[in-house]
Nanobody, 120 residues
Framework: QVQLVESGGGLVQPGGSLRLSCAASGITSDYYAIGWFRQAPGMEREGVSCISTSDGYIYYADSVKGRFTISRDNATNTVYLLMNSLKPEDTAVYYC?????????????WGQGTQVTVSS
Protein backbone atom coordinates (compact mmCIF):
# COMPACT_ATOMS: atom_id res chain seq x y z
CA GLN A 1 0.00 0.00 0.00
CA VAL A 2 1.46 3.30 -1.10
CA GLN A 3 1.27 6.14 1.38
CA LEU A 4 2.24 9.76 0.83
CA VAL A 5 2.76 12.07 3.77
CA GLU A 6 3.13 15.78 3.17
CA SER A 7 4.71 18.39 5.37
CA GLY A 8 6.28 21.83 5.18
CA GLY A 9 3.32 24.09 4.65
CA GLY A 10 2.75 27.23 6.64
CA LEU A 11 2.48 30.98 6.59
CA VAL A 12 5.10 32.97 4.73
CA GLN A 13 5.41 36.56 3.58
CA PRO A 14 5.46 37.47 -0.11
CA GLY A 15 8.91 36.90 -1.54
CA GLY A 16 9.67 34.23 1.00
CA SER A 17 10.35 30.54 0.57
CA LEU A 18 8.98 27.23 1.74
CA ARG A 19 10.01 23.67 1.08
CA LEU A 20 7.29 21.08 0.90
CA SER A 21 8.08 17.43 1.49
CA CYS A 22 6.28 14.35 0.24
CA ALA A 23 7.50 11.22 2.00
CA ALA A 24 6.55 8.09 0.10
CA SER A 25 6.30 4.59 1.48
CA GLY A 26 5.15 1.31 0.04
CA ILE A 27 6.44 1.98 -3.48
CA THR A 28 8.07 -1.23 -4.67
CA SER A 29 8.69 -0.21 -8.27
CA ASP A 30 11.73 1.71 -9.43
CA TYR A 31 9.59 3.52 -11.96
CA TYR A 32 7.04 6.03 -10.81
CA ALA A 33 6.19 9.70 -10.89
CA ILE A 34 5.39 12.15 -8.11
CA GLY A 35 3.43 15.28 -8.88
CA TRP A 36 2.44 18.32 -6.88
CA PHE A 37 -1.00 19.86 -7.20
CA ARG A 38 -2.65 22.79 -5.52
CA GLN A 39 -6.16 24.00 -4.98
CA ALA A 40 -7.14 27.46 -3.85
CA PRO A 41 -10.61 28.24 -2.48
CA GLY A 42 -13.11 28.48 -5.31
CA MET A 43 -10.54 27.36 -7.87
CA GLU A 44 -9.96 24.18 -9.82
CA ARG A 45 -7.15 21.89 -8.82
CA GLU A 46 -3.99 22.83 -10.67
CA GLY A 47 -1.00 20.71 -11.57
CA VAL A 48 2.11 22.46 -10.28
CA SER A 49 5.07 20.18 -10.89
CA CYS A 50 6.01 16.58 -11.52
CA ILE A 51 9.10 14.41 -11.57
CA SER A 52 9.42 10.93 -13.03
CA THR A 53 12.03 8.33 -12.13
CA SER A 54 11.29 6.48 -15.36
CA ASP A 55 12.52 9.00 -17.91
CA GLY A 56 13.78 11.90 -15.82
CA TYR A 57 11.01 14.17 -17.04
CA ILE A 58 10.34 17.27 -14.97
CA TYR A 59 7.33 19.48 -15.41
CA TYR A 60 6.49 22.91 -14.08
CA ALA A 61 3.36 24.90 -14.61
CA ASP A 62 3.97 28.24 -16.28
CA SER A 63 2.74 30.01 -13.17
CA VAL A 64 5.59 28.61 -11.07
CA LYS A 65 8.35 28.12 -13.62
CA GLY A 66 11.57 29.74 -12.51
CA ARG A 67 10.39 29.99 -8.90
CA PHE A 68 9.69 26.41 -7.83
CA THR A 69 12.08 23.47 -7.96
CA ILE A 70 11.10 19.82 -7.63
CA SER A 71 13.67 17.30 -6.46
CA ARG A 72 13.93 13.77 -5.16
CA ASP A 73 15.96 12.18 -2.38
CA ASN A 74 16.30 8.46 -3.07
CA ALA A 75 17.74 7.76 0.37
CA THR A 76 14.54 8.86 2.10
CA ASN A 77 12.03 8.28 -0.71
CA THR A 78 11.06 11.90 -0.41
CA VAL A 79 10.11 14.37 -3.11
CA TYR A 80 10.52 18.04 -2.35
CA LEU A 81 9.02 21.17 -3.79
CA LEU A 82 11.16 24.19 -3.07
CA MET A 83 9.06 27.30 -3.50
CA ASN A 84 10.92 30.58 -3.84
CA SER A 85 9.69 34.10 -4.48
CA LEU A 86 6.27 33.18 -3.18
CA LYS A 87 3.31 35.29 -4.18
CA PRO A 88 -0.11 35.68 -2.57
CA GLU A 89 -1.61 33.84 -5.53
CA ASP A 90 0.42 30.79 -4.53
CA THR A 91 -1.84 30.43 -1.50
CA ALA A 92 -3.52 27.04 -1.71
CA VAL A 93 -3.67 23.57 -0.28
CA TYR A 94 -0.83 21.63 -1.85
CA TYR A 95 -1.11 17.92 -2.51
CA CYS A 96 1.34 15.36 -3.76
CA UNK A 97 0.26 12.38 -5.81
CA UNK A 98 1.91 9.30 -7.28
CA UNK A 99 1.41 7.47 -10.55
CA UNK A 100 3.08 4.54 -12.25
CA UNK A 101 5.98 5.29 -14.57
CA UNK A 102 5.28 8.72 -16.01
CA UNK A 103 3.94 12.14 -15.19
CA UNK A 104 1.34 11.60 -17.90
CA UNK A 105 -0.16 8.74 -15.93
CA UNK A 106 -3.20 9.06 -13.74
CA UNK A 107 -2.53 9.72 -10.07
CA UNK A 108 -3.48 6.74 -7.94
CA UNK A 109 -2.29 7.85 -4.53
CA TRP A 110 -2.61 11.20 -2.80
CA GLY A 111 -1.23 12.87 0.25
CA GLN A 112 -3.41 14.60 2.80
CA GLY A 113 -2.56 18.10 1.65
CA THR A 114 -0.70 20.90 3.36
CA GLN A 115 -1.78 24.52 3.57
CA VAL A 116 0.46 27.21 2.12
CA THR A 117 -0.51 30.78 2.90
CA VAL A 118 1.42 33.70 1.43
CA SER A 119 0.43 36.92 3.09
CA SER A 120 1.93 40.02 4.62
Amino acid sequence: QVQLVESGGGLVQPGGSLRLSCAASGITSDYYAIGWFRQAPGMEREGVSCISTSDGYIYYADSVKGRFTISRDNATNTVYLLMNSLKPEDTAVYYCAASDYYCSGSAEYWGQGTQVTVSS
